[in-house]
């Protein structure tokens, strides 16, 4: 089983809709991580929490300690929101990091 | 900033040759970190540098596979020799203080890689 687990693995919407990837670890952990990644491929940071809510534009992501599960929402989604959304998580003290397999959001005009 | 920095984009090469890819992380990062991605696999952690100085190698697949640090600004990671389960595209990161797992990275626009 992989310690990070994210849904769903694709996701096709509408313009316009409430969107929520899930992410679920299995090990402890010091920080999770959001990353785009764009269709050209370029990664970039979004969100990093330990605990807590953050919030940023549209996007609103969320982590809770105790049911080792994070969700990533973005609200009035846009078709530049398409792109693979990653989570990784900062694993305990030795913070090596280790990332889930993305979710592949497609949002449609 | 100009951001990460990697070279090559795009590399493609025949196997058994020597690959050497390289980054220059932003200026005053201590830390540095190279990735690989592939369509199997996802996001994989090569190895990571703290101040020029190699933590964890963990994640280096095998002896064919080496990453230097000589110093603050310039990275490479070297394959040698080269076989076609290495294609892939190599991410190079940088990241500020404590810990590179506790701050933001700060993704290269990444090397694609082919052998041939």
């Known amino acids: 089983k992989n310690e990070v687990e994210q849904s769903p693995q694709n996701l096709t919407a509408q313009e316009g809709e409430f969107i929520t990837i899930n992410c679920s670890y299995s090990?402890?952990?010091?920080?999770l991580h959001w990353l785009q990644q764009h269709p050209g491929g370029g990664i970039v940071s979004l969100f990093m929490l330990s605990s807590g809510k953050k919030k940023h534009g549209r996007l609103i992501a969320t982590i809770n300690i105790q049911e080792k599960h994070s969700s990533l929402h973005i609200t009035a989604s846009h078709p530049r929101d398409s792109a693979v959304y990653i989570c990784a998580v900062s694993k305990g003290k030795d913070d090596k990091i280790i990332f889930g397999k993305g979710t592949r959001l497609h949002i449609l005009p | 900033d100009a951001g990460v920095i990697q070279s090559p984009r795009h590399e493609v090469t025949e196997m058994g040759q020597e690959v050497t890819l390289r980054c220059k992380p932003i200026s005053g990062h201590d830390y540095l970190f190279w990735y690989r991605q592939t369509m199997m696999r996802g996001l994989e952690l090569l190895i990571y540098f703290n101040n020029n100085v190699p933590i964890d190698d963990s994640g280096m697949p095998e002896d064919r596979f080496s990453a230097k640090m000589p110093n603050a600004s310039f990275s490479t990671l070297k394959i040698q020799p080269s076989e076609p389960r290495d294609s892939a595209v190599y991410f190079c990161?940088?990241?500020?203080?404590?810990?590179?797992?506790?701050?933001?990275?700060?993704f290269g626009p990444g090397t694609r890689l082919l052998v041939l």
């Open positions: 090990v402890g952990i010091s920080a």
């Open positions: 990161a940088s990241s500020l203080l404590s810990s590179g797992g506790r701050e933001t990275q700060y």
